[in-house]
């Protein structure tokens, strides 16, 4: 990739981070009816501290206008410290952090991607931001990694990781970059793409690297079930031996079929493709 073409992929990823923030500082000073700060950071802050197995990770899955996934982080700290400001709480940075806190969090945060569908739509349309808890960092490799700094005037003590997937990164550079014709008359008619402009667009997204998974089938657990995992537990998934697995691009199902072995590693025959969606 190109130096040019690396330096549009970040402001592309920066102005989608940077949406996040606003909506951020937009519900936090609605909650404290006071100016919160927040802004998006594309270089890692000095604070931040590694993951650890305490973090709260939660998986926000895009559709619609945008399609992809992103993952946020955040360390006990700030889940204790934002959990009390919407709860409505006092500030007890000592008080032991409770799965009612990583609730609250988690609504927390969906109102914010409320806001931030509302702030996408002029661009890319209508945009679907599901937010639900995981139970740990995502499968897929991360395209770019920002964060959120975020607190009151001057301070700014509460930080969130955010990675966002190959396919969420594509996306925002492919519509980004996408010159946008003014509406035409009412009584005439688009102008058609040439073949040659198609092929143009399609080379933009050749060499993205894009993760694939198999899935052989899920189950929802309690945070307490999760904890009291050890070796040799066993977890008992929704699917029977003898159904397809299910093979995921970013996430997303495009495929079904029979596990195999090559070589010593596994390998998947497939047997049916999934059909494309239209938005």
Not at 56 to 82: K, Q, Y
Not at 142 to 170: C, F, M, N, P, R
Not at 238 to 259: M, S, T
Request: aromatic content about 4%.
């Amino acid at each position: 990739m190109s130096e040019a073409a690396e330096s549009a992929r970040q402001a592309d990823a920066y102005a989608f981070v940077q949406a996040w923030a606003d909506a951020l500082s937009h519900v936090l000073g609605q909650i404290t009816s006071t100016s919160v700060l927040c802004v998006a950071l594309d270089q890692t802050p000095a604070q931040f501290p590694p993951a650890t197995e305490a973090d709260l990770w939660i998986a926000c899955t895009c559709s619609g206008g945008l399609r992809g996934e992103m993952s946020l982080r955040l360390n006990p700290a700030v889940v204790l410290g934002f959990a009390q400001v919407f709860m409505g709480e006092p500030a007890a940075p000592e008080a032991k952090l409770t799965s009612d806190h990583r609730e609250a969090v988690l609504e927390l945060f969906r109102q914010v991607a409320g806001l931030v569908a509302t702030s996408l739509k002029p661009q890319w349309g209508e945009v679907q931001l599901r937010l639900e808890m995981s139970p740990g960092a995502p499968s897929w490799p991360a395209s770019s990694i920002s964060w959120l700094q975020a607190g009151k005037e001057e301070t700014a003590d509460a930080l969130v990781e955010l990675h966002l997937s190959a396919a969420l990164a594509a996306g925002l550079r492919q519509d980004n970059r996408s010159e946008r014709a003014p509406s035409p008359a009412p009584a005439s008619s688009p102008p058609a793409s040439t073949p040659a402009q198609e092929e143009n667009k399609l080379a933009l997204l050749m060499d993205v690297e894009l993760a694939m998974t198999l899935r052989f089938g899920g189950r929802r657990m309690l945070l307490r079930e999760i904890l009291d995992l050890c070796p040799g537990g066993v977890v008992e998934l929704d699917r029977q031996v003898k159904e397809p697995v299910e093979l995921l691009l970013d996430g997303r199902l495009i495929a079904r079929g029979e596990v195999v072995v090559l070589d010593g590693n596994y390998g998947l025959r497939v047997t049916e493709v999934i059909a494309a969606k239209g938005n």
